[in-house]
């Protein structure tokens, strides 16, 4: 089965200082996608980072990067130089196929940057 | 941002009665998608749209249904509210491109059954 697992429910890091967020994916595809999503306190989800299984670099996008270990079934999601706006709650996300595309989600983490 | 939106943005709503939420998309994406949201639980799928009028049920289905007669619209349906429904319910859109695939939420529903 398809799952997603985020064992961080909490994080607590201070400003500009690099954050890195786990999350670990279970899954017998072989073609598949993560996601990153970020939650803020307002409710919307903002797309953070995509990664396809056959990309080869690790995703980047501004100060998001994406820590892609295919062997080891993680894609951990690392900010650089945290900001305050940077607290909310994140989740990963993975695309499967299963007679559509679909995303299943892990819990999420709630990060909390202090100044 | 897929130009999605969602109406209405909270509602109130009494045990029994039957609801309707409505999500809109203006970028022409196949996929719809139906998401709550509970604390704990992360985000599950309801139901989901493969193309206009064909549509599937998700993970927590039960109590629920959906429509999609256009492209751009997809309905959520609670047939006859209860408390356990009580959510913030999120609508998405999803696009297939080369290798890359993309999903886009809307803002989100607040929905309070009494």
């Known amino acids: 089965a398809q799952k997603i697992t985020q064992t961080q429910p909490g994080m607590f890091v201070q400003e500009k200082e690099a954050v890195t967020l786990d999350c670990t994916y279970d899954?017998?595809?072989?073609?598949?996608?993560l996601f990153w999503y970020k939650q803020p306190s307002s409710g919307e989800m903002i797309f953070l980072i995509y990664?396809?299984?056959?990309?080869?670099q690790n995703a980047t996008e501004g100060r998001y990067s994406l820590n892609f270990q295919k062997a080891r079934k993680s894609a951990n999601l690392v900010i650089s130089a945290s900001q305050l706006g940077d607290s909310a709650m994140y989740f990963c996300?993975?695309?499967?196929?299963?007679?559509?595309?679909?995303?299943?989600f892990g819990q999420g983490t709630r990060l909390t940057i202090n100044p | 941002d897929a130009g999605i939106t969602q109406s209405p943005r909270h509602k109130v709503t009494e045990t029994g009665t039957p609801v309707t939420l409505r999500c809109h998309q203006t970028?022409?994406?196949?996929?719809m998608y139906w998401y709550r949201q509970d604390p704990g639980h992360g985000l599950r799928l309801i139901h989901y749209?493969?193309?206009?009028?064909?549509?599937d049920k998700g993970e927590v289905s039960d109590g629920y249904s959906v429509s999609r007669s256009k492209t751009e619209d997809f309905l959520l349906t609670l047939e006859s509210a209860t408390s356990s429904q009580t959510s913030v319910y999120f609508c998405?859109?999803?696009?297939?491109?080369?290798?890359?695939?993309?999903?886009?939420f809307g803002p989100g529903t607040r929905l309070t059954v009494t």
């Open positions: 996300a993975m695309r499967v196929f299963q007679g559509a595309q679909k995303l299943v």
């Open positions: 998405a859109t999803g696009n297939v491109r080369l290798a890359w695939y993309e999903q886009y």
């Open positions: 899954t017998s595809d072989q073609s598949y996608g």
């Open positions: 749209s493969y193309g206009v009028k064909d549509t």
């Open positions: 970028e022409n994406h196949r996929y």
């Open positions: 990664q396809g299984s056959y990309d080869e």
